[in-house]
């Protein structure tokens, strides 16, 4: 599963965000396919947030969400 992960969603999705927009801080849950080595292989040029343990409310994107709400909905990279 978490080889799936780095192959459907990081690899397709998550390097073209990178590419298009450099300096991306990525957060991500503590879940298996996303803390598998293979994927913390794949994101170790990467500034991850950390995730706190069991507690969602506190997490540093929680308090993101009505910013990203007012970004455009479509930004063109090339």
């Excluded at 927009?21 to 298996?32: E, L, S």
């Excluded at 040029?45 to 308090?63: D, G, N, Q, Y």
């Amino acid at each position: 599963m978490a080889q799936r992960y780095v192959i459907d969603i990081l690899y397709p999705h998550f390097l073209p965000l990178l590419r298009c927009h450099p300096g991306t801080v990525f957060q991500q849950d503590n879940t298996h396919p996303h803390t598998a080595r293979v994927s913390t292989d794949y994101l170790l040029h990467v500034e991850v947030l950390p995730w706190p343990a069991r507690s969602p409310s506190f997490s540093p994107i929680e308090h993101v969400w009505d910013q990203l709400r007012c970004q455009p909905s479509h930004v063109n990279c090339k």
